[in-house]
């Protein structure tokens, strides 16, 4: 069974672009979170989508969105890139997005100069 | 109240020894307490979880204790490898509501084991 796919592994932007990202769940699961982690804060949640429809979001500035296709597949965007936006994107899948368990994939480095 | 509190910050334990790391939360409502593995330029990876109702799990060489009402829980690695060295970090989640997919973590704990 293939485990959560993400593109791409790393990436380079400059200051005010914007940069899309994207997550494929493992088969059959339905529920993806996106997740920052950096050296400072940690492993923070962004937002959760299910059934293409957002159920959760953390505390995150509108800069950061995402959407859900019909397969599960996940992308979320960020606009408007600043420095503090580098960071390791993480993405996770789970059956229901409730009480299952979570798989993350290797994740995204982005860096912004 | 959302918040989880992992110790130590970093950890260095002979090849063999045991690796305790602790963590607390102050929200009742979670119900759901995983326990994840990151080495450098991985995901973090699903090692072994926990509910409430239960107060010890055990898979292979790792357990993790969980005191309910001290609002605790904690990973113990046995006989540990050079090949655990790792990060490791605590989480937990609550079932419904608005808190969807949602893992709260903790700071992490860096763990060398020394051969």
């Known amino acids: 069974k293939a485990g959560v796919t993400q593109t791409p592994r790393y990436l380079i932007k400059t200051r005010g672009q914007q940069v899309t990202l994207s997550c494929s769940p493992i088969?059959?699961?339905?529920?993806v979170s996106w997740y920052q982690q950096t050296p400072g804060q940690g492993l923070q949640f962004l937002f959760e989508y299910f059934s293409e429809t957002q159920r959760n979001k953390g505390n995150f500035p509108g800069r950061f969105s995402g959407r859900q296709f019909s397969n599960s597949r996940s992308e979320m965007n960020v606009s408007t890139l600043e420095l503090g936006d580098s960071a390791l994107y993480l993405c996770?899948?789970?059956?229901?997005?409730?009480?299952?368990?979570?798989?993350f994939g290797q994740g995204t480095r982005l860096t912004v100069v | 109240q959302q918040q989880v509190k992992q110790s130590p910050q970093s950890l260095i334990v002979q090849k063999g020894g045991i690796s305790i790391i602790n963590c607390a939360y102050e929200n009742t409502a979670f119900d759901y307490f995983p326990w994840y593995q990151q080495f450098p330029g991985k995901g973090p990876a699903l090692l072994i979880a926990?509910?409430?109702?239960?107060s010890e799990k055990k898979e292979g060489r790792f357990t993790i204790s969980f005191n309910k009402s001290a609002k605790q829980f904690s990973l113990h690695i046995m006989d540990s490898q050079p090949g655990d060295s790792a990060t490791y970090f605590c989480a937990a989640s609550m079932r419904g509501g608005t808190s969807y997919g949602k893992l709260t973590f903790g700071q992490g704990t860096i763990l060398t084991v020394h051969p």
């Open positions: 926990i509910r409430p109702d239960v």
């Open positions: 088969s059959g699961h339905r529920s």
């Open positions: 996770a899948s789970s059956l229901r997005g409730l009480d299952t368990e979570a798989f």
